[in-house]
Each structure stands twice: as C-alpha cells, then as structure tokens.
C-alpha cells in the first residue's frame, strides 16, 4: 500500500510537471505543428498536381489514339459507305434502262396481243358464222374425226371405210372401222348444235335455259336416230354398239354436266358418245384388238415358214460342208504339184545341167519354181520346205 500511495504521488506530479511544460510550450508547438501543416499540404498539393498532371496527359494521349483510330474507323465506314452508295446508284441505273426496255418490249408485246386478240375475235366471228350453217359444221365434224384417225394410225381403206359424201339426212353411217373375222362398227359424225350454237349466243338467261333444255332433247333424238339397223345390223356383221362422235370437248362436257342420266342410257341403248379423247382412246384398244387377233392369225404361217427356213438352212450348211471338203482336197492336190511333183520334174535336169557344165556345154535355164521337198516327206503329209538347189 505504501509503495501504491508513492506511485499515485509520483504520477501526480509528473502531471503537473507536464502541464506546466505543456503550458510554457504551447504557442511553439502551434506554430510548429502549423508549419509542419502547411509544408506537408504544400507538399501533397504538389505531389497532388503532378499526379493529377501525368493522369490526364496519359489520359489524353490515350483519349488521342481512340479518336484516331475511330475517325480511321469511321474514314473507312464512310469510304465502305460512299462504294456501296455508288454501286447502289449504279444498279438503280441499271435498274431504270432494264425498266425502260423491259416497258418497250411489254408494250410491243401488248400491242401484238391486241393484234392477235383482233384477228382471233375476227376468226371467231368467221368460225360462228361458217358454223351457223348444218353442212358446214358436218365437214367440220369429219375433220376432227380424221385428225383423230390419223393419230391413233388408222388408214383408210385398210381400218376403215367412209362415205364419200356428207349424207344430210342422217340415215347412214359416215365411218365404218373393219375389225377381225369380218366383223364392222359404225360410227356417226353428224351431231346437232344448233340449240347449243343458239345457247352460247344468247344473253337472257330464261332463253338460254330454253336453248339448253331443246339441246339436250336433240341428243337424246340423234341417240335414238343411229339405233337403227342402218348402224346396227348383225346380218351385216356389225357389232351391237356404234360411236356418235362429238366433235367438241366443250360440248361433250356440257352434256355431261347438265344430264349426266343422258350418257347413261345411251350406254342403255348401245350408243357411245365420244369426244375426240375419248375416240382416241377406244381407237387406241381397239388398233391394239385387230394387232393382237393379226398376229395370232399368222402364228401359224410364221412356223410353217420357220420349218421350211430350218429344212433349207440345214440342205445349206450340208452344200457348205462337202465344198469345204472339196475346196480342202483341192488345195492337198495343189500343194503335191506345186511341191512334190514340181521337184521331182527338176531333178532330172539339174542333173542334166551338172554333165553339161562340166562338158562345157551352155546350161538348160531351169525355171524358178516352188521349194523343193525331199521324197521321204511325201509320204508323211507334211513336207518340210527347203531352198531349191
């Protein structure tokens, strides 16, 4: 405790040595510790500028190089942006003389349609005035029906026959096609469309339904028509059916659709309407028909010529074999007398030749021959050649 009492008075006393110092000391140490203050923040605000310098001097030598590689960046753009522009003005300049002559060649092309559109309406009114008449369309309807027969390859004469005149009484047959084992089937061009021609023409609708209804009753007439014996007569052998033929596909669709019953009992009544499809198509199976029943009626004929072509080619081969043999024994011959036989006749006057040489007499000239074969060879039948002495 009493060591304690003496620190506590110690420590007091250091206290009030300190003020007093403290005291004595005070307006020094402010001004030092203001001079020490001022030096210091003189030295910061310099050290401050001069960083704040060199930040911004990078800072602008950076912010420098950016905006000159963006004012080359843009430079390029705008260059990359005036080429496009240019090629741009160059296809729109293409583009307005392409305009131009694609306008001049529609127009032309336009013009032209017009022309034709003129002479085909001119046409057309020539076509509806020739077809007003009945013995015009009748030709008309045998035209059509030979562009089809010569398509599907019948010939007159041969597939069928035809009458020579356009009959207008409608009693007779204008084409008679000629099938296998004699049998025929007829078939009519002459068809009625002067309702029709009427119905076309006429703008009211009551009267075209007036037309329309006197059309379809006059086909059903024509199918009645050509059910008689003068297109179906089995003493003349003709089939049970025969072909009514019109001539327009327009028209044979339009009977078509406004009474579909009217094809029906035509069928009924052993009529078929044709259209020229539809013609074409049965003269298609029934050309195939007569191919296949010709080819099979000369089956027959064609063996028999098959028989008779292998008894002469083998007498043929039989000739050719025994002239090859003689043609071979010919040649055996020919080379024994050209070889063999030859060099035996020239012995003799080689030897007769040798005495004569020596004797001092003029020679035998010896003609040039063949090789000469030694007489032993000959019997073996093949000789060997040697050169001539």
Known sequence: MEYFGFF???????????????????????????????????????????????????????????????KQLIEKTVEGMKTDLKKVEELVTTFEKDRDKKYGELTNQLKTTAETTSKLQDVTSKLQTALASTRIRGQWGERMAEDVLRLAGFIEGINYVKQKTL????????????????????????????NYMKYVDEESESSKQG???????????????????????????????????????QVYCFVNECDRALIDDAMRNKVILCSPLTLYAILAVMRQAIDNFNLEKTASEILGLLGTFNKQWGAFKGSMERMGKRIEDAREEYIKLVSTRSNQLDRPLTKINNLRRQRGILEVPLEEGPLMIEEQEESTGSPEIEEPQ
């Open 167 to 194: 009959d207008l009484a409608m009693s007779r047959p204008d084409y008679t096609f000629l099938l296998p084992q004699d049998l025929k089937v007829n078939m009519d061009v002459k068809f009625p469309l002067d």
């Open 8 to 70: 506590i008075f110690g420590l007091f006393c250091g206290a009030a040595i300190v003020y007093f110092i403290n005291r004595l000391n005070k307006k020094d140490v402010e001004k030092t510790f203001t001079a020490l203050s001022f030096d210091a923040l003189t030295k910061n605000s310099q050290e401050f500028l001069r960083l704040a310098n060199e930040s911004l001097s990078k800072q602008t030598q950076a912010g420098t190089g950016e905006l000159e590689s963006k």
């Open 211 to 249: 037309y329309r209804e006197q059309f379809l009753k006059d086909v059903r007439q024509r199918v009645k028509e050509v059910t008689t014996r003068d297109y179906i007569n089995p003493e003349e052998n003709t089939v049970d059916y025969v072909l009514v033929f019109i001539p327009n596909e």
